[in-house]
Every structure is written in C-alpha cells, then in structure tokens.
C-alpha cells in the first residue's frame, strides 16, 4: 500500500465500540482516515453524498455493524452491494452476532468478509488489526474506481 491516507468508512452505532476500533485502525502501518455513522440511514446518505455528507470521501474499505438503528445493516449491504460504484468496496461485516444465520445471510448479500467482534477489548483491537493487515496491507483495492 501507498503512503496515501486511506479511507475506512466505519458503521456503528455503539460508542464504546467506536473508540476501541479506531484505537487498533490508527496502531496500522497504513495512515487512515476513519468516517463513523451511526446509523444505516446516515451510512447510506454518506456513501450517496447526501445531505449533510455531499462532500464525503469514497471509503476504500467498510466496517459495518448489523444491528444498527433506522435500517439494519443486511438492508445497508444489499443496498451497497447493488450499486455500480458502491458494489466494489469491499464491506467487512464487524458485528457481535455468532448466529450461522446471519453468517450465511450476509454473505449471501456479497459481505466480503464476517467477523464476529469480542467483548473483550484486547480481542476486539486484535480483530480489527487482524482484519486492516489484510485489507488494507495485504489485499489490493480497487482505489481507481473509487475516486468517482
């Protein structure tokens, strides 16, 4: 990877959760750039440009949470993943939920990857880092096409 600041686009709804996943996402050798919506409406808004986020940055890379408030995020997936431009981005499904129903659902909707998030926080920032060395040092991303 570049020494470009990369964008990661983080969507959810739990504070703690936010402050423990920025916190491993900024130990990266890669400089970041972190969005966090709180919300599957607000994450659709941003990734549209609209409203209040008209001037958003194209995320490289999508964390989002399924349990989140206003539109669950299995509806924020299939909504991506239907999208021309959107459906590239890779989306990496960080939720709390073990449940093989949701695994397959959300791979079924073109999740690019699931990751199941620990109460415990040492483990959690070790999934998230586990989970930017792979996308963000070691898979490549379609930046070109997301710089539209």
Same mark, same amino acid.
């Given at each position: 990877m570049n020494?470009?600041?990369l964008e990661i686009l983080l969507i959810e709804d739990n504070a703690g959760d936010v402050r423990l996943i920025a916190e491993a996402l900024g130990q990266g050798k890669t400089p970041i750039h972190l969005s966090v919506v709180g919300d599957g409406e607000?994450?659709?808004?941003f990734l549209h440009?609209? =409203?209040q986020y008209s001037s958003a940055p194209r995320p490289a890379l999508i964390l989002l949470?399924? *349990?989140?408030?206003?539109?669950?995020?299995?509806?924020v997936l299939a909504e991506i993943k239907r999208d021309r431009v959107?459906?590239?981005?890779?989306?990496?499904?960080?939720? =709390?939920?073990?449940?093989?129903?949701d695994i397959?659902?959300?791979?079924?909707?073109?999740? *690019?990857?699931?990751?199941?998030?620990?109460?415990?926080?040492?483990?959690?920032?070790r999934l998230v880092q586990a989970t930017?060395?792979?996308w963000i040092e070691t898979a490549r991303l379609p930046l070109s096409h997301l710089k539209r």
């Open positions: 020494d470009e600041m607000a994450a659709l808004q440009r609209q =409203g949470d399924l *349990n989140l408030p206003r539109k669950d995020g299995r509806e959107l459906g590239c981005i890779p989306v990496v499904v960080l939720t =709390g939920s073990e449940a093989p129903e397959l659902k959300t791979y079924d909707l073109s999740a *690019n990857c699931y990751v199941s998030k620990s109460a415990d926080p040492e483990r959690l920032s930017e060395d792979f």
